[in-house]
């Protein structure tokens, strides 16, 4: 059946028939086509297209309570929504087409607040690798408010920023990689039971400066595609010394900063930098920063490798405890993530691959996922948003699975609501 819809409400996996106006005026080449790339729903909003014909026995429908749409012919299908409508148990159905309208809601508006943190976040790392680069001094005052509203963020819906933070370029990677560790170590803290709003927001800073000592790396040292020779390697390896020693010649830096900044390389067993302490020579603190950098480190993009999925990177870092990660501080790290961070790959009893899109902190085992694959069928199906936390879901997660084994790529774009 054809459709026609307002642009805002296209979703992946919708088949496009006709864009509202003359398609010559626009710069899609394809006349009709499956939507399977958020990015393209984008391009039509901005392309100034208000209105789409989708046809629905070639692709995905509105959601059933989306009644805005019409048919070419009359608007029939209107006609029998709200007569179905009005003959259902009205108050139930609308009371819950409000909590899942109010909750859907909260959290498209945090992610947009956290886009916007992030983005002023990257800026305020690149000004203070500038200022570094000319030979200025540090002012952490600056980088206060930051870590309050990142906090703040945290606070509010800890996988909004967590996840958005996680996916970065490989140019902004340093950069946005500050303001990733920044808010895993607030998440962190909050878990931790006897750290402070202070101690937190002093963590939070230490993430946000565990590696401005990189500001004095050659820059084609740090932005090298490939395995760096052992010389260069020395290089990298001196950030933590530098950054700490530029953060002693700055104010208003606290012990905290400046202990994570200078060992948030050490390992467990000794054989970390620039020390090699081992155990308890290695504070609190610090080893929160070596569990939260290397979390952010092997799940983002890089130009010679791609990151692995949260739910994979778990697994792997369980692997490397206790001789790297401190273990109680490891599973701290996991609870603030949730069992199935968002981003995860998981498989559903139904044989289905999904990726975990939110989660809040009722549902931990049950968060709210899309499907996108058929492991029967070995390929792609049209997604879908499931909120396994609902009364009466059938559908469950049975394990977590590996992008690698079912030759997926960039899963993160069906991360997008
Ligand atoms: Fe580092
Ligand atoms: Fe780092």
């Known amino acids: 059946m054809l459709k026609k819809i307002t642009s805002k409400q296209l979703l992946v996996g919708m088949y496009i028939q006709k864009l509202g106006s003359s ?167 909050r878990q931790w039971e006897g750290i402070d709003e202070a101690t937190t927001r002093e963590l939070g800073m230490a993430g946000l400066l565990h590696d401005l000592g990189k500001a004095l790396t050659p820059p084609e040292v740090l932005n090298k595609p490939g395995k760096l020779t052992d010389e260069e390697f020395m290089l990298v390896k001196q950030h933590p010394a530098k950054g700490h020693r530029l953060l002693l010649d700055s104010s208003n830096v606290g012990e905290i900063p400046l202990d994570v900044v200078l060992h948030h390389h050490e390992k467990m067993d000794g054989t970390g930098y620039p020390y090699r302490l081992r155990g308890d020579e290695i504070s609190l603190y610090a080893r929160m920063g070596a569990v939260c950098d290397v979390y952010d480190a092997i799940t983002s993009n890089r130009p010679y490798k791609t990151g692995w999925d949260p739910g994979q990177s778990i697994r792997k870092m369980a692997e490397w405890c206790p001789s790297h990660f401190d273990d109680k501080v490891f599973k701290a790290f996991v609870k603030s993530l949730g069992i199935y961070p968002i981003g995860s790959l998981v498989q559903l009893a139904s044989g289905r691959l999904a990726v975990v899109v939110e989660q809040t902190e009722q549902s931990l085992v049950v968060p709210k996922v899309k499907v996108f694959f058929s492991t029967s069928a070995n390929g792609y199906i049209l997604p879908e948003v499931i909120d396994l936390s609902r009364p009466r879901q059938k559908e469950k997660i049975v394990s977590c699975a590996s992008a690698e084994a079912w030759g997926l790529k960039n899963i993160d774009q069906f991360l997008v609501l």
């Open 23 to 189: 398609w010559m005026e626009h710069s899609f080449w394809r006349k009709r086509f499956l939507l399977d790339d958020a990015n393209d729903i984008q391009r039509v909003i901005e392309s100034g297209i208000t209105e789409v014909w989708i046809d629905t026995t070639k692709g995905r429908d509105l959601p059933r309570d989306s009644a805005l749409a019409t048919t070419p012919n009359d608007t029939e299908e209107v006609q029998i929504a709200e007569a179905a409508l009005q003959a259902a148990p009205t108050a139930k159905v609308a009371t819950e087409a409000v909590r899942i309208g109010t909750e859907q809601e909260i959290h498209a508006k945090e992610i947009t607040r956290a886009a916007k943190i992030c983005a002023q976040g990257k800026a305020a790392v690149i000004s203070m690798f500038q200022d570094i680069r000319m030979g200025r001094t540090v002012s952490a005052k600056a980088a206060e408010e930051l870590v309050d509203e990142i906090s703040a963020s945290v606070m509010r819906n800890p996988g909004a920023l967590i996840s958005l933070a996680r996916l970065k370029t490989a140019d902004d990677y340093t950069y946005m990689h500050s303001v990733a560790v920044c808010a895993l170590m607030v998440a962190l803290a």
